[in-house]
C-alpha cells in the first residue's frame, strides 16, 4: 500500500508563491511499483474535491483551466516525488491541497484513476 506524505504548504500575500511536495513510498509489489499518474486535488471550504493537475511517468502534464500559466507540476522518478510550484496565488486558490497517485490509469484528466491519497495540506491565500 503506497504512502503519501505531504508538504509546503502554509500562508501567502495574493501574488506569492508556494511550493508543495509529495513523496509517495511503500509500494514494493503489484503491477506497477512507481505511479502511472501523479496529482494534485484541492478542496475548498464548502466546495467538492476538485482535480488540479496531473503528470503522468514519461512528464506528460494537464492542468485546470483555472491554474494554467500559473502552476507548474513536475516529478522525480528516480525518488517518487511530486512537486507542485504555484506562483501568482490568488484567494481563491486557498484549500487543502491532496496529493494523489494512480498505479493503474494513464489518464491524467479523469480524477478516478488517481486511487492513492495524501493526508491533505491547507494552502491560504490572503488578499
Known amino acids: 500500500q503506497a504512502r503519501l506524505v505531504e508538504s509546503g504548504g502554509g500562508l501567502v500575500q495574493a501574488g506569492g508563491s508556494l511550493r508543495l511536495s509529495c513523496e509517495v513510498s511503500?509500494?514494493?509489489?503489484?503491477?506497477?511499483?512507481?505511479?502511472?499518474?501523479m496529482g494534485w486535488f484541492r478542496q475548498a471550504p464548502g466546495k467538492e474535491r476538485e482535480l488540479v493537475t496531473g503528470i503522468g511517468s514519461g512528464g506528460n502534464t494537464y492542468y485546470r483551466d483555472f491554474v494554467k500559466g500559473r502552476f507548474t507540476i513536475s516529478r522525480d522518478n528516480g525518488r517518487n516525488i511530486v512537486y507542485l510550484q504555484m506562483n501568482n496565488l490568488k484567494p481563491e486558490d486557498t484549500a487543502v491541497y491532496y496529493c494523489?497517485?494512480?498505479?493503474?490509469?494513464?489518464?491524467?484528466?479523469?480524477?478516478?484513476?488517481?486511487?492513492?491519497w495524501g493526508q491533505g495540506t491547507q494552502v491560504t491565500v490572503s488578499s
Open positions: 494523489a497517485v494512480g498505479y493503474a490509469s494513464s489518464v491524467l484528466a479523469a480524477p478516478g484513476g488517481y486511487d492513492h
Open positions: 511503500g509500494r514494493t509489489s503489484g503491477l506497477t511499483v512507481r505511479p502511472t499518474i
